[in-house]
């Protein structure tokens, strides 16, 4: 099963943080996800600009808004991701607890939905929809 594991940061606890005890999480977070990927468990792994960088979209009565910032007031903002394979969620918990963010902020395990599983579901309904019309 795929599992995406969503890091999130505090940034006032970031912020607070010496240099060079970042750069010694970081160098643990980096060495970790090495260690993951040469076992076959990590398959993507990225880190995001900051919050201050994001627009948020919306399409609301057919008007698109954007907007800087995250979408909403957050303590905690999304700070980069990992796609790990694991062989359950017990499994992708223990491998997100690893990872030194943790700490300072929260890792949101969730399970990847197969899209392909998605896409054929959807255009099955269709063929159906269409046929019966």
Request: hydrophobic letters at 40%; charged letters at 30%.
């Amino acid at each position: 099963m795929k599992f995406m594991l969503l890091i999130y940061n505090d940034s006032k606890l970031l912020d607070a943080m010496p240099a060079p005890e970042f750069d010694a999480n970081m160098r643990e977070c980096l060495s970790h996800a090495d260690e993951l990927r040469e076992k076959g468990k990590l398959i993507q792994s990225q880190m995001l600009e900051g919050a201050e960088t994001a627009k948020s979209v919306r399409i609301r009565k057919a008007r698109m808004t954007a907007i800087d910032g995250p979408f909403s007031e957050t303590k905690e903002v999304l700070g980069g991701f990992n796609l790990i394979e694991a062989e359950n969620m017990e499994e992708a918990v223990r491998i997100a607890a690893e990872f030194p963010w943790a700490n300072t902020g929260c890792v949101e395990v969730r399970p990847v939905r197969d899209i392909g599983a998605v896409r054929e579901r959807v255009n099955d309904v269709t063929a159906l929809s269409s046929r019966e019309a």
